[in-house]
């Protein structure tokens, strides 16, 4: 049986597209705290780094190293681009 999708990493990854940057941000940060259990937004976050707002594209960063260092860690693989940077 598979696993079931992580309800809240989903919700989280839905408002890394939001329209208001604070909240982009937040999302981001949020995601870096879940470590290896947010591994599947790297693909999103990774998209962020070109984000208008600063603060924004710094915690996207911040959070890709986190998650990257985790997926590297224990093994765990996004579904999207390869982990180095």
């Known amino acids: 049986m ?3 999708p992580d309800r809240l990493i989903g919700k989280l990854m839905e408002k890394l597209s939001d329209a208001d940057p604070l909240t982009r941000r937040n999302a981001a940060g949020a995601l870096r705290l879940h470590g290896a259990r947010a591994v599947g937004a ?3 976050l ?3 780094l070109t984000d208008d707002n600063p603060n924004v594209r710094r915690e996207a960063e911040m959070a ?3 998650l990257r260092s ?3 860690r224990t093994g ?3 579904s999207g681009p ?3 940077r």
């Open 2 to 4: 598979p696993a079931q």
């Open 42 to 44: 790297i693909p999103a």
């Open 46 to 48: 990774a998209a962020m």
């Open 64 to 66: 890709l190293d986190r």
């Open 70 to 72: 985790a997926a590297l």
């Open 76 to 78: 765990t693989h996004s």
């Open 82 to 84: 390869c982990l180095a």
